[in-house]
């Protein structure tokens, strides 16, 4: 059974950092998806796509998030990981990884990020 483990999350006071990470479990690995992608979903909110890459390394951000948000894949070491700088309280919400477009069968527990001072 495919799902994705995400690892990283936490309470950052606004303008902080913090470094998501997410790796594919069950009987496969990161380098078996062509397109990767972070996903959130904020208090009562619907789940949104936060950034994506390819295997090639394109990447493509929300525009809440552009310029804030970096998102990168090491296939080697069977990762996705979404640097976060300068957050804000709107950037609160659950954390998860998922193919591009998602696999409802694989979403994993995500991780809770909280921005607040």
């Known amino acids: 059974q495919v799902r994705f483990v995400e690892t990283g999350g936490g309470l950052e006071q606004p303008g902080g950092s913090l470094r998501l990470s997410c790796a594919a479990s069950g009987r496969t690995t990161i380098s078996n998806f062509n397109t990767l992608a972070w996903y959130r979903r904020p208090p009562g909110k619907q789940r949104e796509l936060v950034a994506r890459i390819t295997k090639g390394g394109g990447t493509t951000y929300a525009d809440s998030v552009k310029g804030r948000f970096t998102i990168s894949r090491d296939n080697g070491k069977n990762t996705v990981s979404l640097q976060m700088r300068s957050l804000k309280p709107e950037d609160t919400a659950v954390y998860y990884c998922?193919?591009?477009?998602?696999?409802?069968?694989?979403w994993g527990q995500g991780t809770q990020v909280t921005v607040s001072s």
């Open positions: 998922n193919n591009f477009p998602s696999n409802s069968d694989y």
